[in-house]
Each structure stands twice: as structure tokens, then as C-alpha cells.
């Protein structure tokens, strides 16, 4: 039961235009949602997050969208760089319950090319 | 230290065998998760640990693992009898606060049992 989906495994987008990663969840008690990037050999490290009060959130080139009624939210990166390259992994979890557990999907792997 | 250590970085052992995983948080973090991330999937909560208490362990597959933290600091997630099912990538996180703030993600211990 996969709580959580990201459905592309893999996106390549050229350096300078916008990246789009897409997340599913189907959870309704879900309350606060991340999204972590992750490159080759090390682990995930914290990207930006949102509260589901919110439908947005920007920090920098990065803006996370949440749609509650679709249980849909989006990573948006403009521009994208060469850097950004790595896998995304989509977390929420149930923050009004006292939950710590962050289920996350099964992430996709981002390719920005020069 | 500078960020989430764990030790070894990676541990090949006979099925049978018990093997205790170790983590070192960043310092004064307060909590502390264990993930288990397969080839090609995002990470799966195992257990939590609020300080030295373990308030949430139902992520953990079966009595074969165990985790503690008794000085609310370094924590050791243990798996005995070993099974090839158990081969994965263990990754331990660390945060500041409670309540899903960002995690903080060590290298893993990539676990082989043969």
C-alpha cells in the first residue's frame, strides 16, 4: 500500500528551464509534507517543506505546490542547474497526531543537462 | 560532530548472525529515527526514539530488530538471525526538535547478508 507515489521514476530537463516533480498521496490525515534530495553515495538531505494549511511555499529557485483536494503537490525548480541533478524523494506524514514516521515515495531521479 | 555518523559504513555477514548498526546524531539533537530504504524505493520508518524513549517502534518488521538509545544520544539498531530479506540500506536521521522538522540523514550502513 503505497501511501505515497511518485510515478516518473526519471525527468531530464535542460540547464535554465523550469523542473516539475510530481507527488501522489492518498492519506487524507496526511498534514505536513518534504521533499529531500539525495545524490549519489550519501544520504537525504532536507529540500523544503509544507504544512497542508498552505498551498505554497518558495524558498530560492525552489517552490513546493500542495493541492489538497487532488492530494497532489509539486516540486517546482527554475532555473534548473546541472547541480541539481540527484533523486527526489516526496515524505509526508501526520503531524496533529504526534507522529514522527515521514513515509516517503519511492523518489525520481532528476537530470538537468548543460 | 558535523553532521549524522554511522558505523560500519558497510557490514557483509552470514545469514544467521546478529548485527548491531550503530548512529551518532548531531549533538543535542533530541531525535532520532531509523529508515530502512531498499534498491530503487524511498526510505521505511522503523522506529523513533524521543530522546532516550522509543515512542514509536512500529515500523520494525519483526522481534528480530531492536533499537535503543539509553543516554538519549548515540542509538543501536540490532537484527538477529540475520536473513537475506534483511539486506538493505539502514539509514539513521537526526533532528533538533519533535514534530517533523527537518531530519538530518547519515550515509547509511549498507547491510549484505549471504
Known amino acids: 500500500d503505497q501511501q505515497v507515489k511518485q510515478n516518473s521514476p526519471s525527468l531530464s530537463v535542460q540547464e535554465g528551464r523550469i523542473s516539475i516533480l510530481n507527488c501522489d498521496y492518498t492519506?487524507?490525515?496526511?498534514?505536513?509534507f518534504l521533499w529531500y534530495k539525495k545524490y549519489p553515495a550519501e544520504g537525504p538531505t532536507f529540500l523544503i517543506s509544507i504544512s497542508s494549511i498552505k498551498d505554497k511555499n518558495e524558498d530560492g529557485r525552489f517552490t513546493v505546490f500542495l493541492n489538497k483536494s487532488a492530494k497532489h503537490l509539486s516540486l517546482h525548480i527554475v532555473p534548473s542547474q546541472p547541480g541539481d541533478s540527484a533523486v527526489y524523494f516526496c515524505a509526508a506524514s501526520v503531524r496533529q497526531g504526534g507522529s514522527e514516521k515521514l513515509v516517503f515515495g519511492k523518489g525520481t531521479k532528476l537530470t538537468v543537462n548543460p | 560532530g558535523a553532521g549524522v555518523s554511522q558505523s560500519p559504513r558497510y557490514k557483509v555477514t552470514k545469514r544467521g548472525q546478529d548485527v548491531a548498526l550503530r548512529c551518532d546524531p548531531i549533538?543535542?539533537?533530541?531525535?532520532l529515527y531509523w529508515y530502512r530504504q531498499a534498491l530503487g524505493q524511498g526510505p521505511e520508518f522503523l522506529t523513533y526514539?524521543?530522546?532516550?524513549?522509543?515512542?514509536?517502534k512500529s515500523g520494525l518488521p519483526n522481534d528480530r530488530f531492536s533499537a535503543e538509545r539509553p543516554e538519549g544520544s548515540i542509538s543501536t539498531l540490532t537484527i538477529q538471525r540475520t536473513e537475506q530479506r534483511d539486506s538493505a540500506m539502514y539509514r539513521c536521521?537526526?533532528?533538533?526538535?519533535?514534530?517533523?522538522?527537518?531530519?538530518?540523514f547519515g550515509q547509511g550502513t549498507r547491510l549484505t547478508v549471504v
Open positions: 536521521a537526526s533532528s533538533p526538535r519533535t514534530g517533523n522538522t527537518e531530519a538530518f
Open positions: 492519506n487524507s490525515m496526511f498534514d505536513y
Open positions: 549533538s543535542g539533537h533530541v531525535s
Open positions: 526514539f524521543n530522546y532516550e524513549a522509543q515512542q514509536d
